[in-house]
């Protein structure tokens, strides 16, 4: 039996779309959808191998429970009685708020609704947050502040007609390779390209401006260029006059922060700026990209609020072809955040301190829930180490690997009494489990994901469920075992997040067939949102937040004396359970490296491809140099999809004061020589 099933892709938040092709029950390959408008026909090299790891022999097949410290096949029933019994042992002995639930960005929405109602309406606390937190949460405590909503304010298709692209901190080609095809088209297009990135990533080449600033400068650099901008006129005064408030203490937070006064900061010839600040300024349509070399950092909220400033003050945003385009990273991590697997908010934003809101989902759930926030990803490691929290239960997330400071993770998920963990694969987090669940991957269910750009897209199910079970099936079966029946019918429970979400009313499966739609989707009749803050902002008018260079919790010195800063390549994706299994990308790139620059290098006898070691406050590793001018003198990078060489274990877990974002972009380091 052939077929052909219409879906979307599992890694970035792009949200291409494609074939399976299944013939026998074997996914066998991918075909491009043409008619999709995100992708276009287009799929980057992970999107046409994506259905190789799905059938792969790693895959977890059976539920898994520990004993004597060794994992031992169960059976479903099994299962599931075991890990209702102990989380209601947990609860009637410690209370609701010594559990908490992390939901999985590579989840379908409907799965992240289950998972959050599960842990208000089941467990009973708001302890419930995802990898956002580690990601993109800046953006959303950032651009919340500024504009009254933290998700992009523009669409893909605007990019290729742009005048001017400001590229900062991150990188389209690799990461968010379609969006990096519009940058590119763009270019061919004549639009005018800035970079400012610590290293010279592909669209550098082509860019009529590339500033190589130090990793953490960003304030400093973005407070230059307002600086500038006011200084020789070129803001933009009407908008600033209607649409914004706050310019006056703006300004005064800017006045002294000339491109001369930053050079020691970040590292860059004052002209450069001058040239940057200029162009996007007068340029007629221009726009911001963003990513994590702005929100990975102690003053993540902070970069976020910088850049919205500089929009605004330059009339950039709130039209058609301008805007800031905060590039999400998982697949559905747009959508985790608008669901609400948050501790703060409901889904779409609507807080769970507001009273109106809690009643409205008291009332559809027949439950009361608990009136208080409840805590983040990161303060729920801290509350395990002081043994307040006992309990976590873990969908698609591998925080060992992930986190920042592996070792001091792991000591938090040994304090803890129970984990479960639901996973497609054996990840390192998944090892130290009490109980492993075998989830479902993307191909084997029915539901939606949210790409980057606010779209709702279909997602659906080319083969059975390989453990016999989808991630929301799961979660359905444990809450009924502590007697609360959930619906988990996946087309339902979309109808069900519409019904209490104003935001999205108006999505439902049957509308999503085409193209999806972005929102807000006011009603069944509203045909989605391509552009936010049209006439005025979400939250009414702009607010200009002054802000102030403060440097990364860890500068170099003499004995760490480099800037570490981490990020991702094009082949591999994340941890890599995935593209580490996937044979034409593991190829291209099978282990870890460092780059360093060839003047470093020099200077400390490396030699390119030869061992290394680096060492950070946290921990060491040994990997091959890559000895390259590409990246700033004084600055390493590394990836982290490496679980044999694991970055994680040298990065620094200080957090942004707001969001609780870890800066995973900026720590000291030394390379040394290894003589082998
Ligand atoms: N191929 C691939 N694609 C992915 C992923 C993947 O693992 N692999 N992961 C997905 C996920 S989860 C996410 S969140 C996105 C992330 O997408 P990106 O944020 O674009 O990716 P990164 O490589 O983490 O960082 C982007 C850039 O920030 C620069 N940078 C480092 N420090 C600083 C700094 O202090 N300031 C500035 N301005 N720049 C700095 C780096 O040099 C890098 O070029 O990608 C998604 N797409
Ligand atoms: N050094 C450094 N570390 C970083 C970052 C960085 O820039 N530098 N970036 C951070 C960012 S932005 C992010 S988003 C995180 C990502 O961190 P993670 O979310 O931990 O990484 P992923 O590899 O995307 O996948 C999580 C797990 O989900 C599983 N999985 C995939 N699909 C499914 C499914 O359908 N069901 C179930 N049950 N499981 C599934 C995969 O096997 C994998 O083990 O990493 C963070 N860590
Ligand atoms: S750009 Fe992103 S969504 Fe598109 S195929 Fe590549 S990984 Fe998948
Ligand atoms: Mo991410």
């Not at 400012?196 to 990533?201: A, E, L, Y």
């Not at 075998?438 to 469920?465: H, L, N, Y």
């Not at 019904?499 to 499966?509: E, K, R």
């Not at 942004?656 to 800066?663: K, L, M, Y």
Request: aromatic share 8%; glycine share 8%.
């Amino acid at each position: 039996m052939m077929k052909r099933v219409l879906t979307t892709c599992p890694y970035c938040g792009v949200g291409c779309n494609f074939y399976l092709d299944v013939r026998d029950s074997r996914i066998v390959g991918i075909i491009p959808s043409k008619s999709n408008s995100v992708s276009q026909g287009r799929l980057c090299v992970k999107g046409w191998h994506a259905h190789e790891p799905i059938q792969h022999p790693d895959r977890l097949k059976k539920p898994l429970i520990k004993e004597n410290g060794k994992f031992k096949e169960v059976s479903w029933d099994f299962a599931l009685d075991y890990v209702a019994g102990r989380l209601k042992e947990i609860k009637d002995k410690y209370g609701p708020d010594s559990l908490a639930v992390c939901t999985s960005a590579r989840c379908t929405n409907e799965e992240n609704f289950l998972m959050m109602k599960f842990a208000r309406a089941v467990l009973g606390t708001n302890n419930v947050d995802h990898c956002a937190r580690t990601c993109h949460s800046a953006t959303v405590s950032g651009l919340n502040q500024s504009f009254g909503s933290g998700a992009s304010t523009n669409s893909y298709d605007e990019l290729p007609f742009m005048d001017c692209i400001l590229i900062i901190g991150s990188n389209p080609t690799e990461a968010h390779p379609i969006a990096g095809w519009r940058v590119r088209t763009a270019i061919d297009n004549g639009a005018k390209i800035i970079v400012c990135d610590p290293r010279k990533i592909l669209p550098a080449e082509d860019a009529s401006v590339f500033i190589q600033q130090f990793p953490g400068s960003d304030i400093a650099l973005i407070n230059a260029m307002i600086n500038y901008i006011v200084t020789e006129n070129l803001h933009d005064k009407e908008f600033i006059q209607q649409r914004t408030e706050g310019f006056n203490e703006l300004w005064e937070a800017v006045k002294d922060c000339s491109p001369e006064s930053v050079k020691d900061i970040t590292g860059v010839e004052p002209a450069l700026i001058k040239k940057a600040a200029q162009l996007y300024a007068v340029s007629k349509k221009a726009c911001i990209m963003y990513s994590l070399g702005m929100t990975e950092h102690t003053v993540g909220t902070d970069n976020v609020i910088a850049m919205a400033n500089l929009a605004m003050v330059c009339g950039q945003v709130g039209k058609e072809f301008s805007g800031i385009y905060p590039m999400r990273g998982q697949n559905n991590v747009q959508g985790a955040c608008d669901i609400g697997a948050l501790p703060n908010v409901y889904s779409g934003y609507q807080p769970v301190t507001d009273e109106t809101a809690r009643k409205k989902f008291e009332k559809a759930w027949g439950v009361s829930l608990p009136k208080e926030k409840g805590l983040t990803l990161t303060d729920m490691m801290y509350k395990a180490i002081e043994g307040k929290l006992k309990c976590f239960y873990i969908i698609g997330e591998d925080q060992i690997r992930t986190d920042p400071n592996s070792h001091w993770i792991e000591k938090a998920l040994d304090s803890l009494e129970f984990l479960v963990v639901q996973e497609i694969f054996m990840s390192d987090t998944a090892k130290k489990a009490d109980v492993v669940l075998p989830g479902a991957s993307f191909a084997e269910k029915e539901g939606t994901f949210t790409c980057a750009e606010r779209r709702f897209q279909r997602v659906r199910k080319a083969i059975e469920p390989i453990a016999g079970k989808t991630d929301g099936e799961i979660i359905c079966e444990i809450a009924k075992r502590l007697g609360y029946a959930m619906e988990d019918n996946p087309s339902k429970v979309c109808d069900e997040m519409a019904s209490l979400t104003p935001l999205f009313s108006g999505v439902s499966f049957d509308r999503l067939e085409d193209n999806g739609l972005q929102w807000p989707v006011h009603s069944k009749e509203h045909p989605g949102t391509p552009v936010v803050h049209l006439e005025k902002f979400i939250r009414g008018l702009g607010k200009l937040i002054p802000v102030k260079h403060k440097p990364p919790a860890e500068i170099p010195d003499g004995e760490y004396p480099f800037i570490l800063t981490t990020g991702r390549m094009l082949f591999h994706y994340n941890t890599g359970t995935m593209t580490r299994r996937t044979a034409n990308l593991n190829r291209e790139y099978p282990r870890n490296f460092v780059q360093i620059n060839s003047t470093d290098a020099q200077r400390l006898g490396i030699k390119n491809k030869l061992r290394v070691r680096v060492k950070t406050r946290r921990g060491e590793l040994e990997v091959s140099a890559e000895v390259t001018d590409k990246i700033k003198a004084g600055v390493i990078w590394m990836p982290f999809h490496f679980s044999e060489a694991p970055t994680n274990v040298l990065t620094n877990n200080a957090f942004d004061p707001v969001c609780r974002i870890g800066e995973y972009k900026a720590c000291a380091a030394r390379v040394e020589k290894v003589n082998s």
